[in-house]
C-alpha cells in the first residue's frame, strides 16, 4: 500500500462525501439518521478498531479506523445542521486541548520524564482544567468493566493513590481472595458479588503493574477458549458422539488434545 502525504488534506474529501449523503440527491437512510440513532454504529466502529488492532494487520486497520472516522464526520455534521459545532471545531478542539495539556512539548516546562510522569502531569493538567467533576469523573461508566477498572486505577495511580509496586498489589489479591472464600462460606449472595468485584478490580491492577491490559488480556483467554471449544467439539463429533455425552475424564482427554493442536 502506497502512503500518501499523510497530513490531513484528504479530510475534506470524507467531509464532502458526507455532506452528498445528506444533501437533497443523498441517501435517504444517512439523511433519516440522528445523533442517537447512530450511538450503537460509534461503539461498534470503536470494537471493531479493537479487534483490527488485536490481529496485528495494517489494511484492517486502515478500513476500521476509516469506518471510526466516519462516525466522527457523520456526528459532527448532524451537530452542525443543530448549529451546535462543526468537523472543524472538532478538528481544532481536540488540537488545542493537546498543545494544553503537553506544556512540557509545546509551552516552557521542562521535558517529561518518561512515561508516567507523563501521565501524571496530564492527569495534574486535566484536573485544573474539569476540578468540578473530580479525578475519576472522566471515566464513562459505560465502558466495559474490566477496561474502567483499568482506567480508574490508572487514573488514581496518577494522583498517589497507588500501591508502590506489584508486589503490593498482588498481596491485595491474595487479601480480596481470601474475603471471598469467607463470603463464599457465609453464603450471603450480596457479600459474595462484593468480594468477587473487589478481586477483579485488585486483578486489574495487578495487570496494569504488571503492563498488562486485563481487556486485552481476558478477551484473548476467551479467545484461546473458544478455539480450544471449537476443536474438542469436532472431535467429539469426528467420534460420533457430543461433548455432553462425554465424562470428565474423556473430557480432559479431548481438551489436552485441542491444547496440543494449538
Known amino acids: 500500500m502506497r502512503l500518501m502525504s499523510e497530513d490531513g488534506a484528504s479530510l475534506p474529501k470524507l467531509v464532502d462525501v ?31 478498531v479493537v479487534e483490527a488492532i488485536d490481529r496485528g494487520e495494517a489494511e484492517p486497520l486502515r478500513e476500521e ?7 466522527v464526520v457523520f456526528l459532527s455534521e448532524l451537530a452542525s445542521a443543530k448549529r451546535w459545532f462543526g468537523i472543524d471545531d472538532v478538528v481544532s478542539g481536540i488540537a488545542d486541548k493537546m498543545v494544553r495539556r503537553h506544556p512540557w512539548v509545546f509551552g516552557d516546562e521542562k521535558p ?17 482544567e474539569k476540578k468540578s467533576r473530580g479525578a475519576l469523573g472522566g471515566v464513562p461508566v459505560s465502558l466495559p468493566a474490566l477496561l474502567r477498572a483499568w482506567r480508574v486505577g490508572e487514573k488514581a495511580a496518577a494522583h498517589g493513590f497507588d500501591w508502590p509496586d506489584a508486589a503490593g498489589v498482588r498481596a491485595k489479591v491474595d487479601e480480596e481472595l481470601a474475603e471471598l472464600d469467607e463470603a463464599v462460606a457465609s453464603g450471603v ?15 486489574a491492577s495487578f495487570g496494569r503493574k504488571l503492563g498488562v491490559d486485563p481487556e486485552a488480556a481476558l478477551r484473548r483467554a476467551l479467545d484461546r477458549f473458544s478455539g480450544r471449544f471449537r476443536r474438542a467439539e469436532l472431535a467429539a463429533e469426528a467420534a460420533g458422539t457430543e461433548l455432553r455425552a462425554l465424562d470428565a475424564e474423556k473430557l480432559d482427554v479431548l481438551w489436552q488434545e485441542a491444547k496440543r493442536a494449538e
Open 112 to 128: 517529561s520524564g518518561g512515561g508516567a510522569e507523563a501521565l501524571a502531569r496530564w492527569e495534574a493538567q486535566k484536573s485544573k
Open 189 to 203: 449472595s450480596e457479600r459474595i458479588e462484593a468480594e468477587l468485584g473487589d478481586l477483579l478490580f485488585a486483578l
Open 65 to 71: 479506523l476509516g469506518d471510526l472516522l466516519f462516525q
Open 18 to 48: 458526507m455532506r452528498t449523503l445528506l444533501g437533497p440527491e443523498g441517501c435517504p437512510w444517512d439523511k433519516e439518521q440522528t445523533l442517537d440513532t447512530l450511538r450503537p454504529y460509534v461503539v461498534e466502529e470503536a470494537h471493531e
